[in-house]
DNA sequence: CGCGAGATTGACTCGGGTCAATAGTAGTGG
DNA sequence: CCACTACTATTGACCCGAGTCAATCTCGCG
């Protein structure tokens, strides 16, 4: 199979399981993660810990489509994504879905719901997941004898918040084409830094739930894929994309950014999209 | 003086630290602010420690202009606002700013650098300010040893998250109109839990600060505005805003939100920003 | 094979960005 | 006190990027 990453339906929970087998161990029925495994996954120093082979994080597994978390509902633990891809979302009060974020290996969810006890978004898996279980009070409990795990929460929360701040950057100044070549771009060091290829690989989601992550439309998001295929900068396919210059995507600039003040600002966009290199 | 909030220039500093007598102690030449205080500030339920009238904080003043801490500068505190008014900015590649918040009494500063040990962000004072020195390795350690106090230090971590997170809502699916409209009522709100007047206050932020923060350009900022004040909804005069119908300015609903499911989207914008009541 | 969800494209519209002229305000110094 | 200067805010004219509406097209699935 040259398929990057875990594709498709049936065969995926066989795949899932034996490959989790490394980081997991089978315990009645169910996988655990040590706080080692933990440490690797949110690629922080891992703390040695003397009895960390007792500390053991149950996993939970979703099927496609399945719900993790819903707003309002009582908070009481973080999720770690072992394997699988996850949007969240935010519901506004008309019903329309915001996606917030793509969740996959490594990454972490619920931390919204720490400060209210209640989420205050929805995780919805898009494949078939793997997560880890951390209940919130184990875990800061376990902290405060751990300085080291103490460091990496806060880190953790930290990076976060960090993250949704170039989220709002992003949206705050960009222009639909740089957004989604940025988007492509984030996507390709995803994956090569899951040990996927990055020039190759398929999206998890539909246009509309990129269109939403990125404050577009679906077809805003269509066409500009198309736009991107049209000049050579990646092929598309569906949900298939390969990448063909990854540099021309990310020295796609913003528009002559507004609130700019610097003068430079005579290049036109169409020149700058895809430069003579 | 029915100033709703401090304003002008010399008069305030007397103001400023007469004020802060209630909540600080004078000593040396500065202020100083008890865990008591902070969790006060905050909005957090008090926690009682034994020697918690030993433990003080240093206040650090910030003239307007100056700037609290840099992109790139070393991490070593977070910052709460006692008093004053700041703006944060991510700056960009090309220098262009984005302003990501507008913290006033009672936020807090800093968060971002946590993980990298960095600030990923500016903080610059847009008036006067009075910040209390929260030195990080101080707060943790002290954490350690109170529950509640790391209780409140999650708390307010995932809610600077929760913040962030319906920003990025905001910008991505809501109107130009719609974001002008929400931010004034978020000011309202803002200055009424502080004391102030919520029909009646001075901004602190120029319009393309505003706009950066919003997503738009001063000129949209300034006309939306104008509009807003043509209908009635508010008076403004430069940075004097007078809310006349606030809640016309919380029903301003989205422009059918594109990305929308649901059917009804006939109305038009027009008619809905100032409901027949 | 036909159905339905998702993706693609085209034609059209308009919200909001761009450029530019004008006016109000504040700080400076003679 | 008043000019001089530098910001900041307001407005108008224009236009383009992206949203809207709608017609196919593709593909997987029962």
Redesign the pocket.
Known sequence: MLHTQIS??KPILQILHSSSLAAGRQCQGRLWSSLKDICDLLHIPFVAVCDDEDLLFQHVQFKAGQRVHTIGQAFDSLYIVHSGFLKTVLIDEYGNEQVLSFPMKGDILGVDGINSRLYSSEAVALSDCDLILLPFKKLTTLARTHVELENAIYDVLSRELVREQAMVGMLGAL???ARVARFLVTLSDRFASMGYSSKFFN?R????EI?SYL?????????T??AFNEIGMIV????TIEIKDLEALKNLRR?????NRSKQ?KEK?AAVAYPVQ
Chains 1, 2 share one sequence.
Request: glycine share 6%; no cysteine.
């Open positions: 498709k339906t222009s639909a084409e999206l989601m539909t246009r509309h269109g404050g577009l439309t679906l077809e805003t998001v269509s066409r894929l198309s598309v396919n569906q949900r528009l002559p950014p507004s609130r600002s966009l």
